[in-house]
C-alpha cells in the first residue's frame, strides 16, 4: 500500500541522514563539556605538588590567585568546587580530570576541623571567593 511505501521510504530516509551525520559531526558535537578545558602544559606542577595540601595551603594559593589571568597549575581558586562537588588538587585538577592527582592531606580531628571552619568563615568574605567567568575560573 502507499501508506506502507511512504514509512519505509521516510525511514530510510532518516537512517541516511543519520548515517551522513555521523560521518560529517563528530560524536562529542553531542556531549556537553563538563569543565572548561584548561590551557596547561603536561610539565608544569604546583610547588605544592607531593606536599601537605592542607588549609593553609590553599589559602597561599587562594592569595595569590589572580582570577583576571588564566587558570595555572599556580593560578587558581583551590576552594572552588567543580559541578560534581569536589576540590582541585594541588595542580588545579580535579578528580576524573586524568592528570588529578590525590592530594596528601593533613589531619582531620575535631578542633583542627573547627578552627578550618573559621578559617573559611573569614575567606568566604573575600570579593573574589565566589567568582565565575573570569578566566581563572572553573566556571
Known amino acids: 500500500s502507499r501508506s506502507t ?13 543519520a ?3 555521523a560521518l560529517i559531526v563528530p560524536a562529542s558535537a553531542f556531549v556537553p563539556s563538563l569543565s572548561r578545558a584548561l590551557p596547561r602544559s603536561a ?3 604546583s610547588r605544592f605538588d607531593d606536599q601537605l595540601w592542607d588549609i593553609n595551603a590553599m ?3 587562594f592569595n595569590e590567585w589572580n ?11 583551590p576552594f572552588e568546587r567543580n ?5 582541585a588538587d594541588p595542580n588545579g585538577w580535579y578528580p576524573g580530570d ?15 576541623m573547627v578552627k578550618e571552619r573559621e578559617m ?18 572553573l566556571m
Not at 122 to 137: I, V, W
Open 83 to 87: 559541578r560534581d562537588g569536589n576540590q
Open 43 to 45: 610539565a608544569l606542577k
Open 59 to 61: 589559602t597561599e594559593i
Open 5 to 17: 511505501t511512504t514509512t519505509y521510504l521516510t525511514m530510510k530516509f532518516a537512517a541516511i541522514l
Open 120 to 137: 573559611m568563615e573569614e575567606l568566604a568574605k573575600n570579593p573574589k571567593f565566589g567568582l565565575t567567568g573570569k578566566p581563572g575560573c
Open 67 to 77: 582570577p583576571d589571568l588564566p587558570r595555572t597549575e599556580d593560578n587558581f581558586n
Open 19 to 21: 548515517a551522513a551525520l
Open 98 to 112: 586524568a592528570k588529578y592527582k590525590d592530594p596528601k592531606r593533613g589531619d582531620a580531628t575535631w578542633d583542627l
